[in-house]
């Protein structure tokens, strides 16, 4: 008797998501990329603006490809 296993490729993580609050109502999201050696590439880019964290964790969980880190908590 012969079984299959199915094949799903390897999908490597491609970057990461940082929040940033920059003041009361400006909430900054940038997006590092991860090098081919696993590590984190050293000039982060701004890739959306909200006025709340509500608004960027959504923003995030659209665009979401891994885990979410807090740069400032004011």
């Known amino acids: 008797m012969t079984t299959m296993t199915a094949f799903r490729p390897f999908a490597p993580i491609r970057f990461v998501h940082n929040i940033y609050e920059a003041a009361a109502n400006s909430w900054w999201v940038y997006r590092q990329e991860i090098g081919n ?20 964790e959504r923003w995030i ?14």
């Open 37 to 56: 050696d696993g590590s984190l590439k050293p000039m982060p880019r701004v890739v959306f603006f909200g006025r709340s964290r509500n608004e960027v």
């Open 61 to 74: 969980a659209g665009h979401r490809e891994e885990t979410v880190f807090v740069l400032s908590d004011n």
